[in-house]
């Protein structure tokens, strides 16, 4: 039985770490949900499987609802999912409200040049709508060169919890449907984050620059529609191995079409950018015809010397309001966003 000292302080505990949720201590993820799949690298335990593509096999090409969970390793293998049902992949990880722990790895090394397509050079190849993934890593590993693909984004209603997606000439994807990537770590040099059709929400994510003069976006939206990438609370971070002339050099993005259109809000900047935040697509004036190149609150150490170009918007607080999660993928969010991960 609770002491009375134990009963008055415990609405102020509960308020407490209701308020300040960093004080709930980190959740584990070190066994399979229940009803799960197992994939465990050199497995053979019966009813589990040594790869992603195996266990993907497996599963009914059905509706229904289904679930993986991957133990740690380097899965070496191009995935492409196409099942119409609901389907989520889990990565073993000691805490996973963060990709820092995360121990699962599908990796490959293809470049769109010999693979035939952007697409075709995904490592994860996501072709379905109702996906959703926690703390996996994805791995392009061919480098500099030419486009070589982590993720390559197809699908509706798909969300990407605490993963990390690590390559160097278009990294990711985002190229149809409406997606939410939060508390993750994007890393690449050259339009890493891109795409046409795609309507994207990047929430508190860590984004880590390799190229010097490379840009973060390439926005290919070809049409004035509902269509946008917008980023909220990120850190930007040189990448693992960058040279150190990628700081004061890279942009925000470039556009790849006419109507591309980009928000930054509330951006940290560990290493400054070209002080212009936004290029030119190849150097060509009209290329920003119809874009919208924007930043809200841009701030930290790189922050200090901008001087933005000349069709770029800083926002106001109010017009920054207007560019939200609901205004990237739809009022309905809330109905397939796991909220817990929501910045």
Known sequence: MLSLVHRLLLPLILTSLWTYPSLVQAASRTSPPAGAIVVRAGTTTAGEFA?????????????????????????????????????????????????????????????????????????????????????????????????????????????????????????????????????????????????????????????????????????????????????????????????STVAGTYFFGRPWSNFAKVIFESTTLLIAPNPALWSLWDGEADSISNVLNADYNTTGPGAANLDRASWAVELTSAEAGEYDIASAVGSDWEDWVDTSYFV
């Open 51 to 243: 790869t992603i593509t195996e266990a993907l096999d497996a599963l009914p090409d059905s509706t229904s609802t289904q679930s993986l969970f991957i133990y740690p390793g380097t899965y070496t293998e191009q995935i492409d999912i196409t099942r119409e049902g609901p389907l989520t992949i889990y990565g073993y990880t000691t805490d996973t409200t963060t990709y820092l722990s995360n121990t699962a790895i599908i990796s490959f090394n293809s470049p769109a040049n010999t693979a035939g397509s952007d697409d075709a050079s995904g490592t994860l190849r996501i072709h379905k709508d109702n996906f959703s993934m926690y703390n996996v890593d994805v791995k392009n590993t061919f480098g500099p060169g030419v486009q070589a693909i982590a993720l390559s984004q197809y699908g509706s209603q798909a969300g990407f919890y605490a993963c990390g997606f690590y390559g160097y000439q278009d990294t990711l994807y985002a190229n149809e449907g409406t997606q939410v990537y939060l508390k993750g770590y994007i890393e690449g040099g050259i339009d890493f984050i891109f795409g046409r059709e795609g309507s994207a929400y990047f929430g508190g994510n860590t984004i880590g620059v390799l190229a010097e003069g490379g840009s973060i976006t390439a926005s290919g939206r070809e049409t004035d529609d509902s269509g946008s990438y917008v980023f909220h609370q990120s850190t930007i971070v040189s990448g693992s191995g960058a040279p």
